[in-house]
């Protein structure tokens, strides 16, 4: 092994440049020109500054906004700087009141009847913490509710919410979803439409 | 499981198996000497001349492996003594340096190839450590397995020769031609889909809707950004895992999409399937390559198949509860505890058995919280070896120490001395097969065992019952098999388990690499044995069904006591805990 003390050292210092330095700046530069908006996190600014991030969930109690899944992030929700999951297991009693409180929340906040069964999103905690998407069941549920507090028609909150919906990519991969913070900022008019970089 | 499942898993499957026949024919050359592209051609003989070799220099295995020692001494001590020095280097962001037991414990997960995070990066690590640290050892280590595997191969090709390869020039081959190329296409992919690839830390922006506390209101929030996407890509494309995030690729900015997703699971699996292909040609004789694809494609889609079914079914728990298991276009349903929506269950399931079967370890949604038997199957992968695509070349030069033991099974049935690829297979070469599968056995049977026992170890369980004893299991499969992914709820950062990990991690990568080394010493000092009618051929259906049931078989035998009082008990704890 003494004879490897040269060539090792050698060797760490020239992956160390390349690697670690070369290689991460170059993707910057290149990453920066093609994609500037996407690479910088894709950050939605308006007049009055930076309003999030398109990818970073946002917490939403609101009775004029969506609502978006719930979030394990610690001290409070959406916790950008500490992203978490619940890591609660499948037959944890902690889970199960957690989920059986949230159940009978969001029945009452939607007015649903008692039987009414609720989107597995809607319920359950991300494993980011900082989930930006619900299923498209899930906003749905949310419609009247919008259109009351705000005093519009259900249908205008449905364009908003069709607005900011994604499909799966080749109608194959992934899930459709919305972005609850878009369709908030579109229910708002902070934003007219959505920005290109979603 | 839904036919949209099934759509989205032929997808990934059929992607890894297109992308990786021109990958395998071009790592084959790569291995070999031979004509190389022109700028890189010239990096490659500069850094021969900084490392005073040339690939003339060929090492006996004993040297070869003197130095991949050597070499990753050296690289702890340098990831270490990064981390430490975090508090006073540049571009710290304002962290801390890492506290010492956290420290020692990252760098062995990251020079071991498993990146088990007991870190949480966003928290923990500023700029510098990921980019010149973390990195630059997910590239290192990688190119170690390659390397090895390239070692391996060579033994098994020549014949009566002493050396098995030039060290230095193969980790300059690999990482040159093969990652850092890869790894750039990548990265650009993923920046082009939302993963931050900025010099700026973070960037703090204001709520849409403040959030009331009890005593206080948050109305912003900090969003870390970084160099994420070029580290993601190789921690990714090398079967790394490790994230730049605490969340890992379940995080929104590591894997924003569900295109950004299938890239993320197919490099997780590519080389590793690619090698296998590289391997045919290297050896002159392609089927034999595919044999061990498919064996290793037939236990990854029997145990993701599994998998998905599980998670889609949830559970009794969630259906009493008044949660919509069932799927429909427009919601996912099922166990969604722990996953993002962008990846639904599909996504999940199909990363969580790729992410185990490559010894890859990172996630798109929590282990801790999945099923029983969704949780069982990833786990089960890691014990078997991680020789189902496995990591970037320790995959295979696993899966081959196993083709050796099925070829030496094979003979004991028909009592005749076993051969594999014209050499014969000896009593010398099968104890050094045996070793390879039982150090890391050994590990995590008697390692669980341990922590199950001490204080230290049962302080860190988070949920009760046989799912605590399964986090305990889990992390040390993961750690004694070089994976990396964890039940998360296990708190990992403590004296005991930063210490027992990074032990287990060090002696599943260095224990098994040795032993191969001296394997290919071994098969590279025999004569060739021309085929006789006796000979079992190794490249047919068989053999793919004999090799599939050694890993199996061995992989039961060892721990189906240990998985029967962990997710078994749980899943019969779900049923009846249901029904009630």
């Known amino acids: 092994m003494r004879e490897s003390i040269r060539p090792a050292l050698v060797l760490l210092?020239?992956?160390?440049?390349?690697?670690?330095?070369?290689?991460p700046l170059t993707t910057t530069l290149v990453a920066q020109l093609l994609f500037p908006a996407r690479a910088s996190g894709s950050i939605v600014v308006v007049e009055d500054g930076a309003r999030g991030s398109t990818l970073v969930g946002q917490p939403f109690a609101g009775t004029r906004y969506l609502v978006g899944r719930p979030s394990a992030t610690a001290p409070v929700p959406y916790h950008a700087a500490a992203s978490a999951g619940s890591q609660l297991g499948p037959v944890s009693p902690v889970l199960d009141s957690l989920i059986r409180t949230r159940v009978a929340e969001a029945r009452v906040r939607e007015g649903l009847a008692s039987d009414v069964a609720i989107p597995a999103d809607l319920v359950t905690a991300s494993g980011s913490g900082l989930d930006p998407h619900l299923s498209p069941a899930a906003a749905a549920l949310q419609v009247s509710r919008i259109a009351t507090?705000?005093?519009?028609?259900?249908?205008?909150?449905?364009?908003?919410?069709?607005?900011?919906?994604?499909?799966?990519?080749?109608?194959?991969?992934?899930?459709?979803?919305?972005?609850?913070?878009?369709?908030?900022?579109?229910?708002?008019?902070?934003?007219?439409?959505?920005?290109s970089f979603r | 499981m839904t036919t949209h499942a099934l759509a989205e898993f032929a997808v990934v499957v059929a992607s890894v198996l297109l992308l990786a026949l021109p990958l395998g024919t071009w790592i084959a050359r790569v291995m070999e000497p031979g004509v190389r592209p022109l700028p890189l051609a010239r990096v490659e003989r500069a850094a021969w001349r900084l490392l005073r070799t040339t690939p003339e220099d060929?090492?006996?295995?004993?040297?070869?492996?003197?130095?991949?020692?050597?070499?990753?001494?050296?690289?702890?001590?340098?990831?270490?003594?990064?981390?430490?020095?975090?508090?006073?280097?540049p571009l710290g962001a304002g962290m801390p340096s890492v506290p010492p037991l956290l420290a020692f414990n990252t760098a062995v997960s990251f020079v071991t190839n498993t990146n088990w995070q007991a870190y949480a990066g966003e928290a923990t690590l500023g700029l510098l450590v990921p980019m010149v640290?973390?990195?630059?050892?997910?590239?290192?280590?990688?190119?170690?397995?390659?390397?090895?595997?390239?070692?391996?191969?060579?033994?098994?090709?020549?014949?009566?020769?002493s050396g098995v390869g030039n060290l230095w020039v193969d980790l300059v081959r690999g990482t040159l031609y093969v990652l850092l190329p890869l790894s750039f296409i990548i990265a650009l992919l993923l920046a082009g889909q939302g993963v931050p690839q900025t010099l700026r830390a973070t960037r703090t922006v204001t709520l849409v809707e403040p959030l009331a506390g009890t005593d206080t209101t948050v109305s912003t929030q900090t969003i870390p950004l970084g160099p994420v996407a070029s580290q993601v890509a190789i921690k990714q494309l090398g079967t790394n895992g490790g994230g730049y995030y605490n969340a890992n690729s379940a995080h929104p900015l590591e894997n924003p999409t569900p295109f950004s997703n299938l890239v993320q699971v197919v490099s997780i699996l590519l080389i590793p399937a690619a090698l296998c292909l590289a391997f045919g040609r290297l050896v002159r004789a392609p089927r034999q390559g595919w044999a061990l694809l498919t064996a290793m494609v037939v236990i990854y889609v029997g145990s993701t198949l599994p998998t998905l079914a599980a998670e889609q079914a949830g559970t009794p728990q969630l259906r009493s509860a008044g949660v919509e298991l069932a799927a429909s276009p427009?919601?996912?349903?099922?166990?969604?505890?722990?996953?993002?929506?962008?990846?639904?269950?599909?996504?999940?399931?199909?990363?969580?058995?790729?992410?185990?079967?490559?010894s890859n370890g990172s996630v798109n949604a929590m282990h801790d919280s999945f099923t029983p038997l969704g949780g069982l199957f990833p786990m089960w992968l890691m014990q078997l070896g991680e020789v189902v695509f496995g990591g970037v070349g320790s995959g295979l030069y696993g899966m081959l120490v196993f083709a050796l033991l099925a070829v030496f099974l094979a003979g004991l049935m028909v009592g005749r001395t076993p051969e594999y690829l014209g050499k014969k297979v000896e009593a010398r070469d099968i104890k050094l097969a045996a070793l390879v599968v039982l150090i890391p056995s050994a590990w995590v049977l008697l390692g669980t065992a341990v922590s199950l026992h001490v204080q230290g170890g049962r302080a860190g369980i988070f949920n009760a019952g046989p799912h605590g004893f399964s986090e305990v299991l889990y992390?040390?499969?993961?750690?004694?098999?070089?994976?990396?992914?964890?039940?998360?709820?296990l708190g990992a950062n403590s004296a005991w388990y930063n210490t027992v990990l990074a032990l287990a991690m060090w002696m599943g990568r260095f224990w098994i690499i040795v032993p191969v080394l001296a394997l290919a010493g071994s098969f590279g000092g025999k004569r060739a044995v021309p085929p006789g009618a006796g000979t079992f051929p190794t490249d047919g259906p068989t053999f793919v069904l004999l090799l599939v049931a050694t890993v199996l078989l061995v992989g039961a035998l060892t721990f189906l006591p240990a998985l029967a009082l962990g997710p078994i008990v749980e899943q019969m704890q779900m049923i009846v805990g249901g029904a009630s």
Do not use: C
């Open chain 1, 149 to 195: 507090a705000r005093a519009v028609t259900p249908d205008s909150v449905r364009s908003v919410l069709a607005r900011a919906t994604a499909p799966r990519w080749l109608g194959l991969v992934g899930e459709p979803r919305v972005n609850v913070l878009v369709a908030n900022l579109l229910l708002d008019g902070v934003i007219a439409a959505p920005p």
């Open chain 2, 330 to 358: 427009t919601q996912p349903g099922g166990n969604m505890e722990g996953k993002e929506v962008r990846f639904g269950i599909a996504g999940s399931a199909i990363w969580a058995t790729a992410t185990t079967a490559a």
């Open chain 2, 58 to 89: 060929d090492m006996h295995w004993s040297r070869y492996a003197g130095h991949i020692l050597g070499l990753s001494v050296a690289a702890v001590l340098l990831l270490y003594a990064l981390q430490r020095l975090q508090g006073v280097l």
């Open chain 1, 13 to 23: 210092g020239a992956f160390t440049v390349l690697t670690g330095v070369v290689y």
């Open chain 2, 133 to 161: 640290g973390l990195t630059v050892q997910n590239f290192l280590s990688a190119a170690v397995g390659l390397a090895v595997l390239a070692a391996l191969v060579r033994g098994l090709v020549r014949r009566e020769a």
């Open chain 2, 475 to 489: 992390a040390l499969s993961s750690a004694a098999n070089n994976n990396g992914s964890a039940f998360g709820g």
